[in-house]
Nanobody, 128 residues
Framework: EVELVESGGGSVQAGGSLRLSCVAS????????MGWFRQPPGKEREGVAT???????TYVHSVTGRFTISRDNAKNTLFLQMNNLKPEDTATYYC??????????????????????WGQGTQVTVSS
């Protein structure tokens, strides 16, 4: 059974930093596409960053230069380092994955934004 568990959220003041983690289990993590998403209060979910099995990354424009996505395949863990946080970064943050199909690694990010599994989320609150 695939499971994704996020942690590291909390409350910080603007300009502060947080590091989110997402521990994956139940599938071949090293070959997967991983992503971070967020949903601000009363708004739709948006993609934040993705990282492919080869380490290639993408970022939404609003976090470029402030957030860094990374992965530790030995520990089946995904990270999101968030620096210079702003009040508009306040949201519930989720990780998601597209596992490989056997030895076939998925296109990352997936076409049509189709992610197979999601974590339960971790809350990030940034005060001004």
């Amino acid at each position: 059974e695939v499971e994704l568990v996020e942690s590291g959220g909390g409350s910080v003041q603007a300009g502060g930093s947080l590091r989110l983690s997402c521990v994956a289990s139940g599938y071949t993590y090293g070959g997967s596409c991983m992503g971070w998403f967020r949903q601000p209060p009363g708004k739709e979910r948006e993609g934040v960053a993705t990282i492919a099995s080869d380490g290639a990354t993408t970022y939404v424009h609003s976090v470029t230069g402030r957030f860094t996505i990374s992965r530790d395949n030995a520990k089946n863990t995904l990270f999101l380092q968030m620096n210079n946080l702003k009040p508009e970064d306040t949201a519930t943050y989720y990780c998601a994955t597209v596992p490989p199909l056997g030895r076939v690694r998925p296109v990352c990010p997936p076409p049509r934004d189709e992610w197979d599994y999601w974590g339960q989320g971790t809350q990030v609150t940034v005060s001004s």
